[in-house]
């Protein structure tokens, strides 16, 4: 499955922002879905994932609460909302997908889309 992530920006601390990822090639609905972050000088981490039906989701302790993942099966497109963002928020967001899979192991999803910048200015 390719996947093309959109929506990041510049955004003041405090406000909100919703990515979106698109998969296109395979059926999106045998994938489970992930968005995954990096800020600069900084390793990978895992933000949230949702399962293939969306009827499970799981979210990094430091984005529970403000951030809100959810797919829609008829645009084949996954989403991210984020609210009361923080500048700890700052990254390039990676969206992924998991073959029959979710959770929060990056090594686990196979397919990867370009990343989209996130800037919080304080």
């Known amino acids: 499955v390719q996947l093309q992530a959109s929506g990041g920006g510049l955004v003041q601390a405090g406000g909100s922002l919703r990515l979106s990822c698109a998969a296109s090639g395979r059926s999106f609905s045998n994938y489970g879905m992930g968005w995954f972050r990096q800020a600069p000088g900084k390793e990978r981490e895992f933000v949230a994932t949702?399962?293939?039906?969306?009827?499970?989701?799981d979210y990094a302790d430091s984005v529970k609460g403000r951030f809100t993942i959810s797919r829609d099966h008829a645009k084949n497109t996954a989403y991210l909302q984020m609210n009361n963002l923080k500048p700890e928020d700052t990254a390039v967001y990676y969206c992924?997908?998991?073959?029959?899979?979710?959770?929060?192991?990056?090594?686990?999803?196979?397919?990867w889309g370009q990343g989209t910048q996130v800037t919080v200015s304080s």
């Open positions: 949702i399962s293939r039906s969306g009827g499970s989701t």
């Open positions: 992924a997908a998991a073959y029959k899979f979710y959770g929060s192991d990056a090594r686990s999803f196979g397919s």
